[in-house]
């Protein structure tokens, strides 16, 4: 056991105040206090930050909605706006994890939830995300849920959100408040790839705390989908999951997104490809060229070949789903 200390701050500046490179924000605890127990983290004080007024869920002046970072999965899942006007929040919020963890897991924490890689957990191991330039021992071993697009020689782990594939897609942004003051982040600027820093995970420094995530007006509601593909039905992390979203002038698709989980260090978006699907009707063989495209810098490690071909046909799912199947063109690619 390694001694830590416990404070409860009153205020998010008071906590911000407090905060630092040996301290931790602790909010549902279902990620964190795992990290602790195996030794993975060791914080010298844990600030908990359930006391904080960040419960809420309220519109925005533009149309949109904000979700405090308190807000807890379970809550988020079933709130009716999410419901109605974000059923991909919704769906992708629900694939993950199991109703104890959804109702204990914060908005906040979700965000900032650890890989899954087995080696991170494992301290007889090296690992340069745990100990930076230690090594990588899943490059040349067990591989077979890490990343196929955007991994370094450094590292090859996977982002293992399920709400964050959705909130990538809906071009969400993040509300951070740390000692120099507030600031926005854009979703697809939020986590980062691994490069030379694989310890980092995200852009924030030790002293910021997330606020809230601000959802743009509700555009794809009609014509959204989440497909999570994983070992077993309820309880396990994505190997792939898509969070796709339409949106159509007439029988043309007028706008596109997709992202993508279980591939990368982050959510994994490309607008380049997206582009590609504006002005074009739905059908199969669309969906299966852009799938082609989104996969094309694919770089399979020695047990994940399967996930490329697997990404693909779940993007083309994915994107039928969305569209409406029984409206959509079935040519064959
Ligand atoms: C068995 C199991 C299965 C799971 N399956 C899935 C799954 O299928 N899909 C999925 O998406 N997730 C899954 N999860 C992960 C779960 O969703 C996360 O553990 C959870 O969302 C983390 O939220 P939390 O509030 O408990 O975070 P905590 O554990 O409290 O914190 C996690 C990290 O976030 C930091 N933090 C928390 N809140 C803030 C804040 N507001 N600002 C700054 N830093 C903050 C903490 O310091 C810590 O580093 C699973 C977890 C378990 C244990
Ligand atoms: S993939 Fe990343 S997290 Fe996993 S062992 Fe390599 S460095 Fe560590």
Same mark, same amino acid.
């Given at each position: 056991?390694t001694?830590?200390? @416990?404070?409860?701050?009153?205020?998010?500046?008071e906590?911000?105040?407090?905060?630092?490179?040996?301290?931790?924000?602790?909010?549902?605890?279902?990620?964190?206090?795992?990290?602790?127990?195996e030794?993975?983290?060791?914080?010298?004080?844990?600030?908990?930050?359930?006391?904080?007024?960040?419960h809420?869920?309220?519109?925005? $002046?533009?149309?949109?909605?904000?979700?405090?970072?308190?807000?807890?999965?379970?809550?988020?899942?079933?709130?009716?706006?999410?419901?109605?006007?974000y059923p991909?929040?919704?769906?992708?919020?629900?694939a993950?994890?199991?109703?104890?963890?959804r109702?204990?897991?914060?908005?906040g924490g979700?965000?900032l939830?650890?890989?899954?890689? *087995? @080696?991170f @957990?494992?301290?007889g191991? +090296?690992?340069?995300?745990?100990?930076p330039?230690?090594?990588?021992?899943?490059?040349?071993?067990?591989?077979?849920?890490?990343?196929?697009?955007?991994?370094?020689?450094?590292c090859?782990?996977?982002?293992?959100?399920?709400?964050?594939?959705?909130l990538a897609?809906?071009?969400?942004?993040v509300?951070?408040?740390?000692?120099?003051?507030t600031?926005?982040?854009?979703?697809?600027?939020?986590?980062?790839?691994?490069?030379?820093?694989?310890?980092?995970?995200?852009?924030?420094?030790a002293?910021?705390?997330?606020?809230?995530?601000?959802? +743009?007006?509700?555009?794809?509601?009609?014509h959204?989908? *989440?497909?999570?593909?994983?070992?077993?039905?309820? *309880?396990a992390?994505?190997?792939?999951?898509?969070?796709?979203?339409?949106?159509?002038?007439?029988d043309?698709?007028?706008?596109?997104r997709?992202?993508l989980?279980?591939?990368?260090?982050?959510?994994?978006?490309?607008?380049?490809?997206?582009?590609?699907?504006?002005?074009q009707?739905?059908?199969?063989?669309?969906?299966?060229? $852009?799938?082609q495209a989104?996969l094309?810098?694919?770089? +399979?490690?020695?047990?994940?070949?399967?996930k490329?071909e697997?990404a693909?046909?779940?993007?083309?799912?994915?994107?039928?789903?969305? $569209?409406?199947?029984?409206?959509?063109?079935?040519?064959? +690619?």
């Amino acid at each position: 056991m390694t001694p830590f200390s @416990y404070c409860r701050p009153a205020s998010v500046s008071e906590a911000v105040n407090m905060a630092d490179e040996s301290t931790r924000f602790i909010a549902g605890g279902t990620n964190l206090v795992d990290l602790m127990k195996e030794n993975v983290v060791n914080p010298q004080r844990l600030i908990d930050i359930t006391a904080l007024d960040l419960h809420g869920i309220e519109p925005t $002046a533009n149309g949109g909605v904000l979700i405090g970072a308190l807000v807890s999965n379970a809550d988020l899942a079933w709130n009716a706006v999410i419901e109605q006007h974000y059923p991909l929040l919704s769906q992708a919020i629900l694939a993950g994890a199991s109703p104890q963890l959804r109702n204990m897991a914060s908005t906040g924490g979700n965000l900032l939830q650890r890989t899954r890689c *087995y @080696y991170f @957990y494992d301290t007889g191991t +090296p690992c340069n995300k745990r100990e930076p330039g230690s090594g990588c021992p899943a490059r040349s071993g067990l591989n077979r849920i890490h990343a196929i697009l955007g991994a370094s020689d450094t590292c090859v782990a996977t982002h293992p959100s399920d709400m964050c594939v959705a909130l990538a897609a809906l071009d969400a942004v993040v509300h951070v408040q740390g000692r120099a003051g507030t600031r926005l982040i854009p979703f697809a600027d939020f986590h980062r790839l691994p490069g030379n820093t694989p310890e980092r995970d995200n852009q924030l420094s030790a002293d910021e705390l997330i606020t809230a995530i601000e959802l +743009p007006p509700a555009e794809f509601a009609q014509h959204s989908h *989440y497909l999570k593909i994983r070992d077993r039905a309820s *309880y396990a992390f994505a190997l792939v999951s898509v969070a796709a979203a339409l949106k159509f002038d007439g029988d043309v698709i007028q706008e596109a997104r997709v992202a993508l989980g279980g591939v990368a260090h982050k959510p994994w978006r490309d607008t380049a490809v997206e582009k590609t699907l504006q002005g074009q009707r739905a059908s199969h063989a669309l969906f299966a060229r $852009a799938a082609q495209a989104w996969l094309q810098m694919a770089k +399979p490690l020695s047990h994940n070949a399967f996930k490329v071909e697997l990404a693909k046909r779940a993007i083309v799912r994915a994107l039928s789903e969305a $569209a409406g199947d029984a409206s959509i063109q079935r040519t064959t +690619p």
